[in-house]
């Protein structure tokens, strides 16, 4: 990946090289920022990318990411240097936010001075209030953190459910029900993800997700984008795996009105649902990093990782245009996802736009390769068991 710009003098740390740590190294790399990541897992394609340093690590959850972190500052800072932490999930933003002060003399965040906000909005027990405060729609929800509390679900109306843990990663994301009974056996099976909300299904595809990401600073907007999801997995309910631009006006002033109360610095975004009526419903806030599609934002004119960069050492942000080029897909969820666009209808949404693959660079192939080897390895071991 070429440079445009001559190398900034402190470094970046990418914390996890999944697609979405990938797709980060890249986005601070090509605007010459020097780039060190961690990683644990010796198997991901990502550890291959020549956009970053790479520094394997034992683990990255908890407090050993913490360990790392500090065992791993004098190979990645020069003297007296504090490097800016970029984490890949709302786990790892939970873990340095709880352990800040350990953290603070040796690395910098965007959202060191608002850490009581960023641990406030991780626990989405709370979103209904904060939609009700900020005037957006958000379904009737329940807390259940026992089997005896699913009788006060009577009160939520409809033919489906989702359910989804309070807590970041959890042992499930989300799960879309049609009985009381199968929330029994969600809990029954995993009691360690308890407490759980639930919420009436609205209707409507992948097409009906919109996503707008800010920059702020002190509440100040810097930088934005907005998008509209294609696909994701499962359908309607899991982790985006194919998105473009939406340049929504609508979509961008709702995130402004979910987040204006809080008076953050840092990346945040917004996941929001149309329903049959034209109606938007706050899905969930990302607080405290990128989303997993910040590919999408980046390739189509908004490097959100750089602003990030760029507005912690001080230096002018740029004024990013967004465009609507390029079709986001994350070819390494589902490889075949390109024709499964075709084949659902989506060619209006992706017409005359290239697509962007999860792993694929022109400037840095490696990891494409080592992700092409694994699929027709596995395909090969299919044919044969």
């Known amino acids: 990946m070429q440079n445009c710009t001559p190398e900034l003098p402190v470094a970046a740390v990418v914390i996890g090289l999944c697609v979405h740590g990938l797709a980060v190294c890249r986005a601070l790399s090509t605007s010459g920022i020097r780039v060190h990541a961690l990683e644990s897992d010796e198997t991901i394609p990502g550890i291959h990318t020549n956009c970053a340093r790479v520094h394997m690590v034992n683990d990255l959850t908890g407090n050993r990411l913490v360990e790392n972190l500090l065992a791993n500052h004098s190979s990645i800072a020069k003297p007296n240097e504090r490097p800016i932490l970029f984490p890949a999930n709302d786990n790892m933003v939970k873990t340095i936010n709880d352990n800040w002060e350990r953290l603070r003399d040796l690395y910098r965040i965007s959202w060191s001075e ?44 409809g ?111 917004l996941e929001l649902k149309m329903d049959a009526e034209g109606n938007f419903w706050v899905i969930e806030p990302t607080i405290g990093r990128s989303d997993f599609w910040v590919g999408c934002c980046v390739q189509n004119g908004v490097n959100l990782p750089a602003i990030e960069y760029l507005h912690q050492v001080g230096h002018e942000i740029p004024e990013y245009k967004q465009t609507n080029r390029r079709v986001w897909v994350d070819s390494a969820k589902d490889p075949l996802i390109s024709i499964k666009l075709l084949k659902l209808g989506h060619l209006k949404y ?36």
């Open 114 to 157: 608002d850490r009581e906000a960023i641990r406030t909005l991780l626990d989405k027990s709370h979103l209904a209030e904060y939609c009700s405060r900020a005037g957006l729609n958000y379904p009737v929800s329940m807390v259940v953190s026992a089997a005896d509390d699913i009788k006060t679900l009577k009160n939520i109306s």
């Open 159 to 269: 033919n489906f459910f989702i359910v989804k843990p309070a807590s970041p990663l959890s042992s499930f994301k989300v799960r879309k029900v049609s009985s009381l009974k199968e929330i029994e056996e969600l809990i029954a099976r995993h009691a360690d993800a308890l407490p759980f909300i639930v919420q009436p299904w609205i209707d409507g595809p992948d097409t009906n997700i919109f996503f707008g990401a800010v920059y702020y600073s002190e509440g100040k907007p810097l930088r934005s984008y907005t998008g509209q999801k294609l696909m994701s997995h499962p359908p309607a309910l899991g982790q985006t795996t194919a998105a473009v631009s939406s340049n929504r006006q609508d979509i961008l002033e709702l995130t402004h009105k979910f987040f204006s109360g809080f008076k953050l610095s840092g990346p945040v975004s």
């Open 350 to 385: 992706t017409a005359w736009k290239l697509p962007m693959f999860s792993y694929f660079d022109i400037y840095d192939l490696k990891p494409s390769l080592v992700s092409l080897r694994a699929l027709v390895k596995r395909k090969v071991l299919g044919l044969f068991s």
